[in-house]
């Protein structure tokens, strides 16, 4: 069977059996092209080596289609930035292979496939390559084995000159929107497949900018006539002066259970710290396993330098049950957690922000407001 013909093959069995893949395939022109190794797509065109089809099964041009859609619907051709084009290819293959796989797909020998990059994007695995891998001389892609492969089973190109990116990323949502609609009405749509549907339709977003505006609509000021704004009154201006109307301070528990790494409390902690220092608001640190096991004051002008005690279980009510015995009357908690525990107290009076980082666990408190640190 000619290349072209087991493509248009390929096309056909995945209306019927993929059809997620198969209204993004449809879009694709497809083209032979002798001089590249195995296939590449720029989002426009699906490019061809017809004699790397030509030694590929029906199940595995099914999956080399797929794979090549998978760059697009992923928006690879228009993420790479100034990134090395052949380690771009590597990072982008880990991303979406294991997805593949999960679909029921063969993919055609040489596919990337490592546990250590399973559910991390394309730009995470980029930066975890090995140093050897970022720029090889021996082709763009390996075997789950680790071992070089000069044939691979596809790269991705960038989107076409004077393209504008922004309408690409527009239209592909539309597009995935209305793939695993069709797919959903088949019953035909796995589980992981309307996950990353809905994360690219619905992204998280920036945990940074949601914590400071939490506590910016916390450190709200007003204005008071009580008080005449001083730079004015040499002036015989009578105008009212900006009054903080709140008071306490924001407290930061942090999970300390063996689960929590002492990097991204640092870092997080850090955050909290420059944009509390930004609104001269205190800060205090409760370290919290599964009882409180330490307590920290910040000083706004000081580095972040903490020392989290703990590594059992966790427990969200010690923390608020010491911040309640002790009446500290904060302003309010952010919550650093993994998430994993379904102990937590009564609603408490002040306003919670729980931040969870990575998304093993469906968390889901009984009150406050959650963002998610990935």
Request: hydrophobic share 40%; glycine share 6%.
């Amino acid at each position: 069977m000619k290349a072209a013909d087991k493509i248009l093959k390929a096309k056909v069995q995945l209306i019927l059996e993929q059809p997620f893949f198969a209204t993004l395939a449809l879009l694709l022109q497809y083209e032979p092209d002798p001089n590249i190794k195995t296939a590449s797509t720029n989002g426009e065109t699906l490019t061809y080596n017809p004699g790397y089809v030509d030694e590929l099964t029906i199940d595995e041009t099914k999956g080399l289609i797929a794979h090549e859609v998978f760059h697009m619907a992923m928006l690879h051709h228009t993420r790479r930035d100034n990134r090395d084009v052949k380690a771009w290819n590597r990072a982008t293959d880990y991303a979406i292979n294991p997805m593949l796989a999960a679909s029921g797909f063969a993919l055609p020998a040489g596919y990337l496939s490592d546990d250590r990059y399973l559910n991390k994007s394309a730009e995470q695995i980029y930066q975890l390559l090995p140093a050897s891998d970022e720029k090889s001389d021996t082709g763009d892609h390996a075997s789950n084995t680790g071992n070089k492969n000069e044939n691979g089973i596809g790269e991705v190109a960038d989107a076409p000159p004077g393209k504008d990116t922004t309408e690409i990323e527009a239209n592909m949502k539309q597009t995935l929107a209305q793939a695993a609609l069709i797919a959903k009405r088949q019953g035909k749509l796995p589980a992981h497949l309307e996950r990353l549907v809905t994360e690219m339709l619905q992204p998280r977003i920036n945990w940074q900018e949601v914590l400071a505006r939490f506590i910016a609509e916390l450190s709200r000021n007003d204005y008071t006539w009580s008080k005449p704004a001083p730079r004015y009154l040499h002036m015989d201006l009578y105008l009212p002066a900006l009054e903080s109307t709140e008071t306490g301070k924001i407290i930061l528990i942090a999970d300390t259970s063996a689960s929590v790494d002492e990097v991204l409390i640092n870092q997080f902690a850090a955050e909290v710290q420059a944009i509390a220092h930004t609104f001269n608001i205190p800060l205090q640190i409760i370290y919290v396993d599964a009882a409180v096991q330490d307590i920290q004051n910040i000083d706004t002008d000081e580095p972040v330098q903490l020392k989290p005690s703990g590594g059992g279980g966790t427990d969200f009510r010690p923390g608020f049950l010491y911040i309640e015995q002790h009446d500290l009357q904060p302003k309010a908690v952010v919550y650093l957690t993994d998430g994993d525990c379904s102990r937590f107290p009564s609603p408490p009076d002040y306003q919670v922000l729980w931040a969870q980082f990575g998304d093993d666990v469906d968390f889901q408190p009984p009150f406050g407001e959650t963002i998610q640190i990935i």
